[in-house]
């Protein structure tokens, strides 16, 4: 095995396996990334990532453990920032879409999680995201934006799944949703503001 790239060693090595993980676990199946190649782009030996996380299924939890952590700092974050319930709405889900964009594995991963039922995203969505959801969905009913008719809990969900299969299209994503950004259909669901970026 050649040697570490230049600079790697700036970052601790178990950050350097968890972020090449993380690419890796997002580009394939479980089955098919290999932890050679995990540890070739993480600049170690086969033995030295084995030495951080004892095995595949161990880094593989450990790659979704942080997505999930980073993303609920994130939502933390967002609804600390307060302002009426619209606001820290149209600000959760601005962070949703920005994470989204920024950690580009963790839709196909979490997707995979959730169809195949192996490893700890489905406890994740349960233990960690459903209440949150819980918590949106009471706010924009107490906001009363939605029409009575209107399914705010179906509603969430039918943005949260559009915006995971989008996020995991690559090249399919433009000749399928086009150029319209999702948080203008948020915002036009939810009674927002349709103009300016997702709120920061």
């Keep these: 095995m050649g040697r570490p ?27 098919l990334a290999r932890l050679a190649e995990i540890g070739r782009d993480a600049g170690v030996r086969r033995s030295s990532l084995l030495y951080h996380f004892d095995s595949k299924d ?10 999930f952590e980073d ?45 195949d039922g192996q490893g700890p995203v489905r406890a994740h969505l ?4 459903v209440p949150l959801l819980d918590r949106i969905e009471g706010w924009i009913v107490q906001a009363g934006v939605v029409p ?4 705010v809990r179906a509603a969430l969900l039918q943005i949260g799944s559009d915006t995971l299969v989008r996020a995991s299209a690559g090249p399919l994503q433009q000749p399928l949703w086009g150029s319209d950004h999702p ?17 920061g």
């Design 183 to 199: 948080i203008v259909t948020v915002r036009r669901l939810f009674d927002l503001p349709v103009e300016g970026p997702p709120a």
């Design 126 to 129: 349960r233990d960690r995201l």
């Design 58 to 67: 161990a880094l593989h939890t450990a790659v979704v453990d942080r997505l």
């Design 5 to 31: 790239r230049s600079g790697t060693h700036a970052v601790p090595t178990p950050t350097r396996i968890l972020d090449a993980a993380e690419v890796a676990f997002g580009a394939h199946p479980f089955a």
């Design 71 to 115: 993303l609920i700092g994130s939502f933390t974050e967002a609804v600390a920032q307060g302002g009426d319930l619209m606001a820290i709405i149209d600000r959760l889900f601005g962070t949703w879409l920005r994470f989204l964009d920024a950690r580009p594995a963790f839709a196909p991963v979490v997707l995979r999680g959730v169809m």
């Design 148 to 151: 009575a008719s209107v399914s």
